[in-house]
Every structure is written in structure tokens, then in C-alpha cells.
């Protein structure tokens, strides 16, 4: 989530990492020092800079100035055990404090260490939310809290971010404004510096079948350059999916066996991290697409357990967000839950429940439970909006929450019965 007050931080809390860093990791005591003394001096540093292997350490600035020593040991082995730009956390962690920059001249440090982020549209509805609860209706459009973003699919947008030592800082159009550069050229530049950063080949897992090896919070955000995914050796078009910031899987169209497996391991990734997008994309013609297998097809089962099994915590966070505001504004809406259920045929549905009396916030599920009197009834909630659903505006949330205010009488219920549903 972006800090509401990032744009006052000082610029020297900015790191940058360079390609250097992020290629392989130093095995020596040696190389490590000439990694750490290159990151200083690219990172604006101005005072000599010496290395001292004997005491471990840099010794940056003169008898004429200030002097810094800067210890390496501890950073070099945290450094050999990270992978990909996790290595460049851990320079900027360990050596921003120690930099003294020329602030007045060149280009702002944190310039240099801008990437694209790619995140789920639910994401940015979310965020939108908190800062409606945080700061009031409206607010979202100020440029200190505004997130520029450009979408790369249907569910998918990008936008840019700031790897700090100890936190992701999501760019604000305070931000760049400050920097006197356009968000377009902004992107390309932070788009180059992930593409340098991801030169190590694809992990196969399986003929035909790909994870991506970096683990450094960025996997996801490599989906905007649609080029490495091309590349990949798959059956068909190319089919991703990244569950959680740091893990992609990818099989082709063509491959029932190799779409099931990375289903499987997606499966697994949401389980064990927060989920950033459950969906599954096809890559074709450079650009990705929501994609799912016709109905029959190997895969389609299970791709479609990740989808509703992905998104509960999409919707878990939007209710929280909901209820605080409805909270605040005093409004008796009820913001109708979110559940996952084990239909008889043995399939993961989701299903939300609406009890008569109630105005409710539905959330857009499989099925839905209305509750009249003592008798429930569980349909589909496809036949709930042919029933009433030109009756039903919709919040603008992601996902999709419905405004239901007239509960069905008595003569649409006898007919929604009609398509219950035994659980």
C-alpha cells in the first residue's frame, strides 16, 4: 500500500540497485567489496573510497573530510544467500546511510531505482478504498495519494515503485511530478532496468513447463515484458500464472498435462503467500488476455479451483474496507460475506448469503444463500441475477459488489427454487 505521506521522505532513504549487483552474487570477500564500493559511487558517493580485506571493511572519505568505515562481512553473507534484486535490497539496507551525495547537482538517486509493478485490479480498488476510509471521498484523485498505473491485460495493471531497505514504496503522482520526467518515460526506463535484471534462465520443471527463479518480489511484474515470456519454449501460446508477487508458472495452451501442473503449483503458492492474481493469461501476439480452457478440457477444473480459491483474499480485504466505511458514514448497509463451500460433485464454489430485511453489498459468486424466514435457499447466482439483476447497480469495486436493496418476493423465490442448489 502507498504511504499516504511518502513524497516527504528524504531523498538519500532512495537506493539504487544496479545490474552489477543483481547478475550473480560476490563469492568473495574481494568481489563483494568491489560490488559495494561500485553501488556507493553509483549511488552518488563523492569521497574516495578504499578497501581495506585485512579489517573487512571500505573505508570511504579522507583525512580532508568526514570519514566512514563500512563494514562487509555481515552484508556479504546476507548478499550470497539472497537471489535476484533481493541482493539489491540488501546493498541499499546495508550501505544507504553510509553515502554522502552532492544533493544539488544530477539526477535524484531514487530515479535510478524505479521498476514497474505489476498488480491485480483488484489491488488498486482496494487501495482506493483505504484511502477513502483514511482521507474521505475524493481523495484518491490528490497527487499525493493518486497512483498512475496503465493496464497491461484485462485484470492487470502496472505501475511504479521504489524498492526501499525495509518496505515497497508505490509512486505517487507527487512524485512524478517532482522528478520533472513523464510517467511514460518514467516506465521505460524502470521496464529496462527489471528487463536487465532478468537475464537468468526460466526454471523448467517439465518439458514444455516453466517457473520463474528470482523469487525477489518482482516475478509477477516481469509479465510486462511480454518478450521473455515469448521466448520460452512451451506447446501453443504461452500461459502464466502468478499467484503471489514472487512465483510464476507457465505452460502453453497446447499443453493439457503442463496447464494442470502449473495449476497444481499455484494451488500450492496461495496457501503459503498472499495472493496477487489467481487468473491465468495467455500470451499471444505480445499481448496477455484472461484465459481459460473450454469446458471438458483437462485443465479446466482445477484452473478454475485457483481462480475461486485465489480471490477469497481479494474479497476478505474488500469487506474490511467496506465495513470501515460504511462505519464512518453510519450507513446500515451490510456487507455480505464471502465463502468458499465443496459443492456434492465435489467442486470448490464460492457463495455469499442475503438475509430478507437486509440492504446488502453482494459480492459477484457462484452461488448465493437468501434467507427468508426459516427457509434458505441456495441457488446459483447467475439464476439470482437473471431473476432481479437489472435491479441491481454495482459499487465500481473489483471485484464486482452489487447493491441489493429489494429482496425477491415470493413469486420469484418459487421460481429461483427451482434452481437449488444441494451443498
Not at 552532492?102 to 478504498?129: F, T
Not at 522528478?179 to 537475464?199: H, I, K, V
Not at 479451483?305 to 476478505?316: D, L, N, Y
Request: glycine letters at 6%; proline letters at 7%.
Amino acid at each position: 500500500m502507498a504511504h499516504i505521506n511518502a513524497e516527504s521522505m528524504p531523498v538519500h532513504h532512495f537506493h539504487e540497485a544496479q545490474r552489477k549487483s543483481c547478475d550473480k552474487p560476490p563469492v568473495t570477500l574481494a568481489e563483494f567489496a568491489d560490488t559495494a564500493a561500485d553501488y556507493l559511487r553509483k549511488q552518488g558517493e563523492l569521497r574516495p573510497i578504499a578497501i581495506d580485506l585485512g579489517a573487512a571493511q571500505l573505508i570511504v572519505g579522507s583525512g580532508a573530510g568526514p570519514v566512514s568505515f563500512v563494514a562487509l562481512t555481515a552484508a556479504w553473507n546476507e548478499c550470497r544467500d539472497a537471489r535476484g534484486l533481493m541482493r539489491e535490497r540488501v546493498l541499499a539496507r546495508r550501505f544507504w546511510s553510509s553515502i554522502q551525495a552532492d544533493a544539488e547537482h544530477g539526477e535524484k538517486p531514487y530515479l535510478r531505482s524505479i521498476l514497474p509493478k505489476v498488480r491485480d485490479l483488484g489491488w488498486y480498488s482496494s487501495y482506493r478504498r483505504h484511502v477513502e476510509l483514511e482521507l474521505g471521498i475524493g481523495a484518491i484523485q490528490e497527487p499525493n495519494t493518486h497512483i498512475p498505473s496503465v493496464q497491461l491485460a484485462d485484470a492487470l495493471s502496472v505501475h511504479l515503485a521504489i524498492p526501499l531497505p525495509t518496505y515497497l514504496l508505490d509512486v505517487t503522482e507527487a512524485f512524478i511530478e517532482e522528478s520533472g520526467l513523464s510517467f511514460a518515460s518514467l516506465l521505460e526506463r524502470a521496464l529496462a532496468r527489471l528487463e536487465a535484471a532478468t537475464d537468468a534462465p526460466y526454471t523448467q520443471l517439465s518439458p514444455g513447463v516453466f517457473e520463474s527463479p528470482f523469487q525477489d518480489g518482482f516475478d509477477a511484474s516481469r509479465m510486462a515484458i511480454p518478450k521473455v515470456f515469448a521466448a520460452l519454449p512451451v506447446q501453443g501460446f504461452p500461459v502464466a500464472i502468478a499467484p503471489t508477487h514472487s512465483s510464476v508458472f507457465v505452460a502453453g495452451d497446447a499443453d493439457p498435462d503442463g496447464l494442470q501442473s502449473i495449476a497444481q503449483r499455484a494451488l500450492d503458492s496461495i496457501d503459503e503467500a498472499p495472493t496477487h492474481s489467481p487468473l491465468a493469461f495467455r500470451l499471444v501476439q505480445g499481448k496477455w488476455s484472461i484465459w481459460q480452457p473450454a469446458a471438458g478440457h483437462p485443465a479446466t477444473s482445477i484452473l478454475r479451483r485457483v481462480r475461486v480459491t485465489g480471490s477469497f483474499g481479494q474479497h476478505e480485504r474488500q469487506q474490511t474496507l467496506l465495513k470501515g466505511i460504511l462505519a464512518a458514514g453510519d450507513l446500515q448497509l451490510v456487507v455480505a460475506p464471502f465463502y468458499l463451500v465443496q459443492t456434492e460433485a465435489g467442486e470448490v464454489e464460492s457463495l455469499t448469503e442475503w438475509s430478507q430485511g437486509d440492504e446488502a453489498l453482494l459480492p459477484d459468486t457462484d452461488l448465493i444463500e437468501l434467507k427468508a424466514d426459516s427457509q434458505t435457499t441456495v441457488v446459483p447466482f447467475s439464476a439470482f441475477l437473471a431473476s432481479v439483476g437489472s435491479e441491481l447497480p454495482t459499487t465500481g469495486d473489483v471485484p464486482r459488489r452489487y447493491i441489493a436493496k429489494a429482496f425477491p418476493g415470493e413469486r420469484a423465490l418459487a421460481e429461483l427454487r427451482k434452481h437449488q442448489v444441494n451443498l
